[in-house]
């Protein structure tokens, strides 16, 4: 496997975790989302993935698969062990919910590309970037806050898929100043995370590329 990331990518991190949890080592390619207006821009990148976004996974066979959520998903299905869902239905819908709405709902919301349209193209300061992305990660964790467990990690004491996701949020939840001390679940689940090997093994700091 080859892995295309960036360092300090969100979803490039919990697709580390992911593949750590496996224990899938890809060898990795870094791509670089600001030199030279981001090589992920560029036309060798873009034969890869169309989308011209990490991460990117390129598999044995050439097979190439992109977006984080479609690529944990394979590997789910074709490593199941250990597994990042629980085996009850409604267990598995709990815990994609905490992955959506991180995914689907704050993720997006401060990645690269929205931000520099925010700032360059809409003409909006740092300051209001920075209330922007601190409101939508605020109200996500609001609901993930209530939607998580009181013991160990997200939903037990084995991480998850809902871990997977957590843990790279509150990353970039750190970076941009976001408070977390209405969040005592959260804090909890991200502590055990951060303690785990793979999550360790996944951190940006550990990264070839990080900065």
């Known amino acids: 496997m080859r892995l295309y990331s960036y360092w300090r990518s969100t979803s490039s ?3 580390r975790i992911a593949l750590a949890l496996k224990g899938l080592t890809p060898d990795q390619v870094p791509i670089h989302l600001v030199r030279n207006g981001g090589e992920q821009r560029g036309e060798a990148y873009r034969r890869i ?6 991460p990117s996974l390129v598999l044995a066979d050439g097979s190439v698969l992109i977006q984080s959520p479609a ?21 598995r819908a ?5 992955a959506a709405i991180i995914g689907c709902d704050i993720h ?25 992305i601190r409101r939508w990660i605020s ?13 160990r990690f997200c939903f037990g004491r084995e991480p998850g898929l ?8 509150v990353y970039a939840a750190r970076r941009f100043a976001v408070p977390l001390d209405a969040f005592p679940r959260i804090v909890r689940a991200v502590a055990l995370g ?11 700091s550990r990264q070839p590329d990080a900065e």
């Open 108 to 132: 997006p919301l401060h990645n690269v590309g929205p931000l520099n349209h925010l700032r360059r193209d809409l003409g909006r300061s740092e300051d209001e970037a920075a209330v922007w």
């Open 94 to 98: 709990r815990v994609r919910t905490v």
């Open 139 to 151: 109200e996500g964790f609001a609901a993930i806050e209530a939607l998580i467990g009181d013991d």
């Open 71 to 91: 690529i944990i998903e394979y590997l789910e299905e074709v490593y199941p062990d250990p597994p990042l869902l629980p085996a009850d239905p409604v267990a």
């Open 13 to 15: 991190y919990r697709l």
């Open 162 to 169: 809902a871990d997977v996701y957590l843990v790279p949020q």
């Open 194 to 204: 951060e303690a785990h090997p793979a999550f360790q093994a996944a951190h940006p």
């Open 49 to 54: 993935n169309p989308q011209g976004r990490v």
